[in-house]
């Protein structure tokens, strides 16, 4: 099963611009989807029932691939979108970040109607990842942006309470860059701390998805570099992977061990990953 990986460009990193696939050793496969309407691409996301993949533009736009890389679905130009990542929710709509507006807004998994918005514009101050928890609770970074606005938290919103944000994780050593949901139930962050920061500790965290408590850290432990990471995933056999610049780096979940880097690619700066088909 190939390993797709956006690689970034312009101000998120001077990369590919593309949907770039590796095989399960890490080489290099190429352009997995060489159409103009991908630039900078963001988000990941595999809709596991449609085979589709579901992919966040720097061009305003997302689009949804088959297996082959051809588009099959696409919202067309939206001004002004700058979508971040996203993910699917319990009611099949697809989940967008949205960098200008600060929010998160919902389309239809088809893609052939205008979102809704999901939270209030400006929710946070920069969204960095979001997730929806096994009970329905959106979990979402606050992270820092590009100028340096941000508050560096997670923030829950539990479906009971009418969407109103509770500051659920409040951890010094914590710049959120993705977010993800573990096998477990808890909540896993790739952070890099302080954003920006030549000398920033980059680490991947896990929190109690209830009370938000630290459970444990994950480090490269000199195995890798583990510069900028970024997007998240679960494998199929229980790794957890992280995109980074120049490489993606495994950790087993079960034990906390790095795993070493799978893929190395000079300029990859990654921001996003998944297995697909």
Do not use: K, W
């Not at 533009?57 to 890389?69: E, I, K, N, P, Q």
């Amino acid at each position: 099963m190939p390993l797709l990986v956006t690689s970034a460009s312009g101000a998120n990193g001077d990369g590919y611009g593309a949907l770039l696939a590796f095989d399960r050793n890490g080489a290099s496969l190429g352009v997995f989807c060489g159409d103009d309407r991908i630039g900078d691409p963001r988000g990941l996301v595999v809709h596991q029932e449609d085979g589709l993949l579901y992919l966040n533009s720097g061009r305003d736009r997302v689009l949804a691939l088959d297996a082959g890389g051809t588009v099959v679905h696409d919202t067309g130009l939206i001004e002004g979108l700058n979508p971040g990542g996203g993910n699917f929710g319990r009611d099949g709509r697809y989940y967008v970040g949205l960098r200008n507006a600060r929010t998160v807004t919902a389309f239809p998994r088809t893609l052939d109607a205008p979102s809704e918005p999901f939270l209030a514009p400006a929710i946070v101050p920069f969204p960095r990842g979001f997730a929806f928890g096994r009970d329905g609770t959106f979990f979402l970074g606050s992270g820092i942006g590009p100028m340096g606005e941000g508050d560096n938290s997670i923030v829950a919103f539990a479906p009971n309470n009418n969407m109103q944000a509770s500051r659920l994780v409040s951890d010094p050593e914590l710049s959120p860059l993705d977010l993800a949901i573990a096998p477990n139930g808890n909540i896993i962050v790739s952070s890099e701390y302080p954003f920006g920061a030549s000398d920033a500790v980059t680490t991947v965290r896990e929190y109690d998805a209830v009370d938000g408590h630290l459970v444990r850290v994950f480090r490269p432990e000199g195995l890798a570099e583990f510069r900028r990471p970024r997007g998240l995933r679960f494998g199929a056999e229980g790794n957890l992977y992280c995109v980074a610049r120049d490489e993606v780096v495994a950790f087993d979940f079960m034990t906390g061990t790095c795993l070493g880097a799978i893929v190395r690619m000079p300029r990859l700066y990654g921001q996003a990953l998944v297995f697909f088909p």
